[in-house]
Structures are given as structure tokens and as C-alpha cells.
């Protein structure tokens, strides 16, 4: 048997099942655990308890740098520029929302990602 995303080998028992699929765990995480960037109990939350300090990852700071540096950009230009998945892009943008540093816009058929209060 084998995950339907990833195709890593799996013993039946470690199989996991979404929307008729059979996933590892990782893929299961994935899709589950995802965080939302439009999730106002979230950006409460953050408001909350990132008052006194903020504190991110060094990918998070890349990200916000780089739109400080270059302004609003696309995903694709993101990604290609830091050398991520659209995936890890999204996971560390959602709490660069969810604190109010980082926003999304859509122009045109584009979306682009810029800092919240420019």
C-alpha cells in the first residue's frame, strides 16, 4: 500500500484516510493541520499574546524582508526568490497575517503579498 499523495510505502495500519484517500501521516498533517490565513480567532489570538514582543522564524523574517525590500510580490516570486515550496510559503505567511505585519491583495488575476500598513 501507498500514500495517494507521496507515494511512500505503508503498512495498512499507519494509513490514514481523508476524502477517500489513504495518506502517511505527513500527508494527513499536511492537509489537517494547515493553518488558515483568513482565521479571525487566530489574528485575535496573535493580537493578544504578541502585544509586548513578536517573535517569528528566520523564514518568516525572510519573507517579510524580502517584501519590505521589494514590495508586494506573488507567491511565485517569493517562493523562487527564498527558494521554498508553495506549501512552506503559505504555513509561515498565515501567521504574518494572523499578527497583522503581512496582508494579500488581489490585482487584476494576481494576488500579491505586502506588508499590512503600506
Keep these: 500500500m501507498k500514500c495517494s499523495r507521496c507515494g511512500t510505502k505503508l503498512n495498512p495500519d499507519e494509513a490514514y484516510e481523508h476524502a477517500g484517500e489513504r495518506l ?17 480567532w487566530a489574528v485575535h489570538s496573535a ?6 514582543r513578536i517573535l517569528l522564524t528566520p523564514l518568516q523574517e525572510q519573507i ?14 517569493i517562493c523562487e526568490q527564498l527558494n521554498i515550496s508553495e506549501n512552506e510559503f503559505r504555513s509561515n505567511f ?25
Design 24 to 40: 502517511c501521516e505527513d500527508c494527513y498533517l499536511d492537509i489537517v493541520a494547515t493553518p488558515r490565513i483568513c482565521d479571525p
Design 47 to 52: 493580537k493578544t499574546t504578541s502585544k509586548d
Design 64 to 77: 517579510l524582508n524580502l517584501i519590505k525590500d521589494n514590495g508586494a510580490l506573488t507567491v511565485e516570486e
Design 94 to 118: 498565515a501567521p504574518l497575517r494572523h499578527m497583522e505585519l503581512a496582508k494579500a491583495f488581489k490585482k487584476g488575476d494576481k494576488v500579491y503579498y505586502d506588508l499590512f500598513n503600506r
